[in-house]
């Protein structure tokens, strides 16, 4: 059985690229940046999921996304989860918090109302993250 994206992840989020284990996506919602870290692996609903090997790749992934948009945005806070309660397939979420943002301080998970952002800004932040992340190791699909 091969990796196939959930569907809501795929109407949410714009492709970012290919990490060793996980592929990499930009939510739509207008807030953030807010990435999605994905095993490509089938049928993984739980970090636990995973082999001890993967697990690691997972955090060491992480890792390398959660510096990235610390260097590119400087936020007030990274929130960093793996929720899945809508979407079971494993996934964690990178998402750069500032003060400023609409519901600071609270979790942006149930209290967030934000529409879609535009496209014309969302190539651009693709192409900066791809950038940045190309020297971490990050494969992007042609």
């Known amino acids: 059985m091969s990796f196939v994206l959930h569907s ?3 109407a949410d989020s714009a492709y970012v690229g290919d990490f060793p284990l996980c592929q990499l996506r930009l939510a739509h919602a ?8 994905i095993p490509r692996k089938p049928d993984i609903e739980e970090i636990h999921h ?3 090997t993967e697990q ?3 955090w060491q992934e ?4 959660a510096r990235c948009l610390e260097r590119l945005f400087q936020p007030d806070k990274l929130n960093i989860a793996a929720i899945g309660n809508l979407v079971p397939q494993l996934h964690l979420h990178h998402v750069a918090r500032f003060k400023t943002d609409p519901v600071w301080p609270n979790p942006i998970w149930g209290h967030l109302q934000v529409g879609h952002r535009p496209r014309e800004q969302a190539q651009p932040l693709i192409d900066q993250l791809r950038e940045t992340l190309a020297a971490s190791g990050l494969v992007i699909k042609a």
């Open 8 to 10: 809501r992840l795929a």
């Open 30 to 37: 207008d807030i953030g940046p807010w990435l999605l870290l």
């Open 50 to 52: 995973l082999d001890d």
């Open 56 to 58: 690691q790749s997972l």
């Open 62 to 65: 992480s890792a390398i996304v």
